[in-house]
């Protein structure tokens, strides 16, 4: 539950049903690109919010990158490059150098809420 | 923590070896306090890697460390902390702002700074260096309002500074004073040739120039006049004459400097005071300044041993280089000049490939001592090895830089000794790689992220690659075949399992065969085996997360994440209707246009929410996707044959507009092109495709397995005089069983080249039927073709599926970072340089 201090920085962005499972999607949140991803693990469902800005390709697309996993880690490869994201942390795994910056998720009666 | 017992070591300068011996001294473990005075407004930065800030890397890319990690290391690090002080009697360095830091030891890490020659006019704006960040800020406000550079210098950072400048947009200069370039590093005729190269990539390279005068000029802002009464009109000024150690402080308050400069160090790294050190480019070492990274990383290491009381020594380093100079492959090892009395040469000059190689050996041929390499620099690897760890050379040393005959000695990993230097900068000897899989590590990447080995400037990559594949080897581990870490398959596997277990989803095959949740390299894979063996739709809500984002979008996203569009234009052959819906199409929504090499129209720059109107226009207007997206048939070429052509002998046009739709929408494991010419003449170049066709007076001779791209291949010829039915027959056959049996992103060039027994074998297969599956083949293809889609009709027609065309979920907003100029009457995205210009550029989060 958010406690009432830091819900000024939660953003409500869109219905449940719009996220897509095992993909990403991408919202203005506050006039910055955030991807968020839906990712099941068969046991349960996972949210994560990155920057969408991919900072090798210098573009904004990183929703639309394949989500898997690489060892245990979660994370969504870059359309243009292929460059790994761990979508928990925002490091990139290729690159110790490169990181994207990552958001809490919160899903409350089947809205899906940001906090920034 | 009682400060009191613990040493203070004060390190000024927290360039990239500042910043080393600060990391290693943390690492060793030695109990001290550290303190950092920067000079610069920020922490460490990769200097080495200052001009990819042109290429779009930003400071926060560069940054090598920040305040947090110090912090976390108990480092207390200052910035915009110019060392002004240092009173030796007292241990007190004093900053300009007046504040003062008491030492037990302290560390010159002060570099060196850019040389300007002594030239009248030199200080004016727009006369610049290249060391900094700030210097590249400068750089790139001036080249916008300039036409023209010349950089003065044609050593190693010379000529990088030219690529920037080139890459700027501008006309771009060198100046030398020497009458080569890269005099350093390079004999004459290297020298020569690399200006060759240069020239011909659109630099100017002016040789034995001296510059007298910087005046105001008569076209340009300025003009530079030589001493040999010539001169050169340019905008903007860039020196790249050498470098000087920042030795003034040290100078100043009495330690010993060099003749010519450089605080002089011992092997420990010690000034001429006991308790002060100097590393990287402003020391000394036995009359030398080292100006590379890994030398400087070695005094670091050397000075961290010293303090913590280990044993250690800086005892040289190896200056050889290997670089790529606006695509130029250049490398100098060693004794380059052959100095070494008795030395002796073998060189290898290919003029019209423009290679050049020379290999400098000892009196007895026994010993490389140093080579130099234009044009190719294959060698360089084995070459280093060599020469850094006295290896004995081979009967004929020649056979070392002489194009592979096939028998060169190759020097495979296990030549070399465990003291074998791998990486230089992070001094990393096979031995420590061989140490790191013996401790667990099980992959190339393991070992980089345990030693370091490879993480500064990658020099060594190939080499260390080399050596963890065959280590692993050794050790039985197979070099794994498995197309992931998720399946432990070839492609061909999965390919069966699918097609055997009726598997029709990812999660199903994940379930059977898999583990994990799958990644970028199996979930195209299984998307693309799904699409040949069932031909669903590929946007199907269960196959939706495996495309790659192509795939998904159905389109080619473009560097700036928009969209190129390619409908299908079988054969070449297009109605002036289409090509002027085309033309309105592009008109409307402002694409670029562009003829593509296969044969039909490419429209780029469309945001991914206007891909379904685009699209709607072309699909009421007939026309289908492309593909040019996929893994799948692009195109099918043709000439025009015998209906117009006073040559041709068959109707190439109608063949290829067939071909192309009977095998539109295959999928297979990489794109496959075909192409149909009317006569032996070949005017489409189908010996050069995947599928080539060529009429003839009987009928049609079938190619296959042709490449053009990275490494052609020239089709072999599979069957002649084929008529109509058997020709397709055949191709159904092949194509099948390439899609049943190649490796993921394997182009049937390949395939073959990999097929055990080759053509005669496809031959025995297709022809023969020695498999006994042609008729599984045949009616597996005929699956596909009947069952086709235009994926892009379907699209349009769902609803669910048009969901995903939008760049926001919550928000009609544009992505705000796409941004086009216009060139020759057309769009094209903005460079990084025209964003910022326009004060369009966006303020991106970047951690
Ligand atoms: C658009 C086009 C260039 C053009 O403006 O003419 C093009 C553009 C691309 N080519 Fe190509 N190739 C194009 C014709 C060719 C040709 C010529 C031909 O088809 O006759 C070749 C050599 C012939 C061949 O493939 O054997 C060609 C050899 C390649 C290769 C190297 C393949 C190889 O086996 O070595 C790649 C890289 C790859 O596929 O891995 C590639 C990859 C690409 C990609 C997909 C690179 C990328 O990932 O962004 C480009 C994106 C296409 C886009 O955005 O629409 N393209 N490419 C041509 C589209 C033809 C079409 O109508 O579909
Ligand atoms: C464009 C470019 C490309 C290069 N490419 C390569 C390459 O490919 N390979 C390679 O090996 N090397 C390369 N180099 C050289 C490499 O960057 C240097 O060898 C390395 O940076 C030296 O590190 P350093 O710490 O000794 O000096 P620097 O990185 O120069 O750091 C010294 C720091 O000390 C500060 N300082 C100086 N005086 C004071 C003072 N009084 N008080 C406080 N601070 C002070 C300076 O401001 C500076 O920040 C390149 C250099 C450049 C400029
Ligand atoms: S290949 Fe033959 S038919 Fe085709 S254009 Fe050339 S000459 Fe004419
Ligand atoms: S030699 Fe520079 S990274 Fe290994």
Known sequence: MLTQANTQNIHDICHLDDLVINSGVCALVDGMQVAIFTVSTGQETLYFAISNWDPIGQANVLYRGIVGTLKEKIVVASPLYKEHYDLASGNCIERDDVKVQTFPVHIENDRVLIEI | MNHSSQQHIVVIGNGMVGHHFVEQLVNSEYNCRITVLSGESRLAYDRVYLSSYFSGKTAEDLALTDEKTYQDWGVEAVTNAWVTDIDRDSKVVTTKDGNTYSYDKLVLATGSYPFVPPIPGNDQPHCLVYRTIEDLEAISASAQQSKIGVVVGGGLLGLEAANALKQAGLETHVVEFAPQLMAVQLDPMGGDLLKQKIEALGVTVHTQKATEVIEKGQHSRYRMKFADGSHLETDLVLFSAGIRPSDQLAKEFGLVIGERGGIVIDNQCKTSDNDIYAIGECALWEKRIYGLVAPGYAMARAAVADISGNEGAFTGADMSTKLKLMGVEVGSIGDAHVRTPGAQVYTYHDQPAGVYKKLVVDANRSLVLGAVLIGDTSDYDTLLQYSLNGIALPESPQALILPSSGDAPLLGADA?????????????????????????????????????????????????????????????????????????????????????????????????????????????AAGSIFASVWNDYVLARQHQPLQDTNDTYLGNMQKDGTYSIVPRVAGGEITPDKLILLGEVAKKYNLYTKITGGQRIDLFGARVEQLPAIWQALVEGGFETGHAYAKALRTVKSCVGSTWCRYGVQDSVTKAIDLENRYKGLRAPHKIKFAVSGCTRECAEAQGKDIGVIATENGWNLYVCGNGGMKPRHADLFATDLDDETLVKYIDRVLMFYAKTADRLQRTSVWMENLEGGLDYLKSVVIDDALGICDELEAQMQLITDSYQCEWKTTIESPEALKRFRQFVNSDEKDSNIQFVSEREQIRPATNAEKYAAGKAIPVAIV
């Not at chain 2, 096979?430 to 992959?443: E, L, R």
């Not at chain 2, 980089?448 to 500064?456: H, Y």
């Not at chain 2, 050596?467 to 070099?479: A, H």
Request: charged letters at 25%; a negative charge; proline letters at 1%.
């Open chain 2, 416 to 524: 070399l000794g465990d003291t074998a230097t791998i990486c230089s900068c992070h001094n990393v000897s096979k031995g420590d790689i061989v140490g790191a899989i013996d401790g667990g590590c099980c992959s190339l990447g393991d070992v980089k992220s345990s030693t370091k080995a490879s993480t500064g400037c990658g020099g060594c990559a190939a080499l260390l690659k080399n050596i963890v594949d065959s280590e692993l080897e050794k050790r039985g581990v197979e070099v794994s075949k498995a197309i992931c870490e998720h399946f432990d398959f070839t492609r061909q596997e999965l390919y069966h399992l699918i097609q055997v277990g009726g598997i029709k989803s990812f999660d199903e095959l994940l379930e059977k065969h898999g583990t994990g949740l799958g990644c970028d390299i199996c979930k195209p």
